[in-house]
């Protein structure tokens, strides 16, 4: 339901429900063609009330790329916290992410958006940069950690394996938006991934898990 709401909320509270109703519109949308008018109709506040909490449309942006990275870290520490097997722990981040109805779809369409105003826009830019280098730090604390039980191979460069994990990431962005550009050759490319990273052949049981994890 939209439209001003008439109860009154604690700041902290309110600034959450315009953010995760900004987070929806533009994902749902686009950057450019959201306007911050339309998010505070859907929030069910005024424009002067949002802009008491985000002080301009990008730093509102910014705060729902912050806000999906918040979300998908959580899930990938939870995700590592519930694998018994190190050599496992990234494939099964990666397969997390992309099964997540919430945070896959919010996280790649900030993402593209992100990518194309980065061009143009140089905070926009400034920001990504810094986040994706936290995206990947996180990864390659991951595949060390999984080096030092034993899951990696100790020779596999860690950071040089972190932005592969990320490129993956985006090449299943690409795809949603070119409709299955790899969708068929998914398997093929996460098998070779993971028989390189973990020194591993894939199993049988593997390749049937990853049907369901085509980009789509």
Known sequence: MTGVKASRLPAAERRADVLE??????????YRGTTTAEIAREAGVTEPILYRHFDSKRALYIACLEE????VRALWEETVAG??????WLGAMGR????????RPLMSNLWVQALAEASEDDETRAY???HLTEVHDFAADVIRRSQAAGGIPADRDADAEAWIFISLGLLSMADRSLD??????????IGSRRRWLAGKNVTEDERKSWKDLAPR
């Open 21 to 30: 109703c900004a987070c929806r519109v533009f994902s749902n949308g686009s």
């Open 68 to 71: 999906s990275w918040s979300r």
């Open 83 to 88: 694998e018994p097997d190190p050599g496992l």
């Open 96 to 103: 997390a992410f992309l099964e997540s109805a919430a945070h």
């Open 128 to 130: 990504l940069r810094s």
């Open 180 to 189: 299955g550009l790899v969708e068929d050759r998914w398997m093929g490319i």
